[in-house]
């Protein structure tokens, strides 16, 4: 077995001074801590408890003709491969040194598929989900169900169940990926397993937990509740854009106008424990109030544009662009599209922050809750 040598063997304490209790003695008294790995708390306090979230997360924006952009090259340029396994360019937030984390807790990434290309099947503990932007005739195989990619649809793949993705048509497909998979690392919980073959067989009915647990309302009498994830693997378009349709007649969030959180029908909660998913209407003309949350949040644009005013920087927003709102900056969103309404999308690590006892939110109080714009963010 192998042994660990401590950097200081043996000599815990300096030899004995004169000066016991004097400046002297302090400055020995702190290194003999440093090299005994000990870190008093009276010096750190203030920053390791600090009296209200400093995030380094960055509020940020990636436009989408840049984003397109690069997929499309990296479509180009670079196969699909064992190892790699995706296609996927991650959100890499400026504040996050360089990680490839679009905040603390979330991987967000475009993933492109080439026409008749398959990602290989694999599975991992990372808990994920997808937002299809462009998907004519690909598929995803969650666990021998497979799934068509139509634009708007969501589709889950639930924690350590095989899947791969494919097409069987000659255009791409394009989607957002959203994972857990900062957080799944700092928790030091990442299992990952390549699948034997390249796709899984098709085991079920195309589409077969839609047709099983679609309605939502029901559940075949012989099954259990599904509590861990949503047993629904795609929430398709045309449901979710009646759901929005239909909670516009009757309500709305004066934050967030109409926006709905995709849930698991078994228990009302997100469709992930990790995380949740968000779809989200502002009707034309509005301009919602602001307030902050704990936790940290990704955006896509589906449809429209406007600007996401983020701690007083307006955020210029248009079709298929992303960006951030991290923990604890105000927010409030802004349809610009004359009479057109506006479709955003979105991932917030909020299931954890309540799971945890650590979720907080407020409301802006000042100027009928519309923040002064002191800045407007510029887009690389
Ligand atoms: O499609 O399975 O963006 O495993 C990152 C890891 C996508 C995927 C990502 C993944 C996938
Ligand atoms: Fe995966």
Redesign the pocket.
């Known amino acids: 077995m192998d042994t660990i040598e401590p950097e200081v063997k043996a000599e815990v304490r300096e030899e004995i001074s004169p000066d016991l209790t004097g400046p002297e003695a302090v400055a020995r008294l702190n290194r003999d801590m440093q090299r005994n790995s000990l870190t008093p708390l009276w010096q750190i306090e203030t920053n390791l408890m600090s009296r209200q979230p400093r995030t380094q997360t960055l509020p940020w924006l990636w436009k989408w003709s840049t984003l397109y952009d690069i997929a499309e090259r990296a479509g180009a340029l670079v196969p699909i491969e064992r190892g790699g396994?995706?296609r996927?360019i991650?959100l890499s937030n400026p504040g996050l040194e360089g990680r490839p984390f679009a905040t603390p807790t979330l991987?967000t990434?475009v993933?492109w598929l080439n026409g008749h290309e398959v990602?290989p099947a694999?599975r991992?503990t990372?808990q994920?989900i997808?937002f299809i932007i462009e998907g004519n005739g690909s598929w995803s195989t969650v666990e021998g169900d497979r799934v068509f990619l139509e634009r708007g649809d969501l589709v889950l793949?639930p924690p350590w169940l095989w899947?791969d993705?494919g097409s069987k048509s000659d255009e791409r497909a394009i989607w957002l990926?959203g994972?857990d998979?900062p957080l799944n690392n700092y928790l030091d919980a990442s299992f990952f397993e390549p699948y034997k073959g390249e796709a899984q067989a098709v085991t079920q009915a195309l589409n077969g937990t839609v047709l099983k647990y679609g309605v939502g309302q029901m559940r075949p009498a012989w099954e259990k509740r599904s509590v861990e994830y949503s047993p629904i693997f795609t929430y398709k378009w045309t449901d979710t854009e009646r759901a929005l349709d239909n909670l516009a007649q009757v309500a709305s969030s004066p934050y967030d106008d109409i926006a709905l959180e995709y849930t698991n029908p078994h228990t009302g909660g997100p469709v992930m424990p990790a995380f949740s998913a968000w779809i989200q209407m502002l009707r034309p003309g509005i301009h919602t109030q602001a307030h902050r949350q704990v936790g940290s949040s990704v955006y896509h644009v589906f449809e429209g544009s406007g600007e996401t005013i983020i701690n007083g920087v307006s955020f210029r927003w248009e079709k298929g662009d992303f960006f951030v709102v991290p923990s604890w900056a105000w927010h409030e969103h802004h349809n610009l599209g004359g009479n057109e309404r506006a479709i955003l999308f979105s991932l917030h690590d909020t299931p954890l922050l309540l799971a945890l006892n650590k979720y907080r939110e407020e409301s802006y109080q000042l100027n009928n809750g519309h923040q002064e714009i002191t800045g407007t963010f510029q887009p690389v």
């Open positions: 396994d995706r996927a991650a991987w990434a993933q990602a694999h991992h990372a994920a997808r793949t899947h993705h990926d994972l998979i």
